[in-house]
């Protein structure tokens, strides 16, 4: 099927700024929307943004105007740089995608995600 690889997670002050990426690989015939959702310790997870295969983005309230979605159709990759980070975008962040596999199947798949962490 389909393998979704996290990177770039790490530990920063607030302020900084990290840049994830997350490549996609298997029997890919297209890749509609891919996105990145976060999950801090005892709560649910959550979206933070989403990009569709026009470039259509979708940003969670909480992030708009200091993280940015962006994807790179050719590589099956799609990156989310974070600005201005703060304590509470502590996380461990999960990339998503999904689209259509070789036989013509949906896929619907999740990376195993990487850490964000944000010193005060």
């Known amino acids: 099927q389909v393998q979704l690889v996290e990177s770039g997670g790490g530990l920063v002050q607030a302020g900084g700024s990290l840049r994830l990426s997350c490549a996609a690989s298997g029997s890919i015939v297209r890749i509609n929307n891919m996105g990145w959702y976060r999950q801090a310790p005892g709560k649910q997870r959550e979206l933070v943004a989403t990009?569709?295969?026009?470039?259509?983005?979708n940003y969670a309230d909480s992030v708009k105007g200091r993280f940015t979605i962006s994807r790179e159709n050719a590589k099956n990759t799609v990156y989310l740089q974070m600005n201005s980070l703060k304590p509470e975008d502590a996380a461990v962040y999960f990339c998503?995608?999904?689209?259509?596999?070789?036989?013509?199947?949906?896929?619907?798949?999740w990376g195993q995600g990487t850490q964000v962490a944000v010193s005060s």
């Open positions: 990009i569709t295969d026009g470039g259509s983005t």
């Open positions: 998503t995608a999904n689209g259509v596999v070789n036989g013509h199947e949906w896929f619907n798949d």
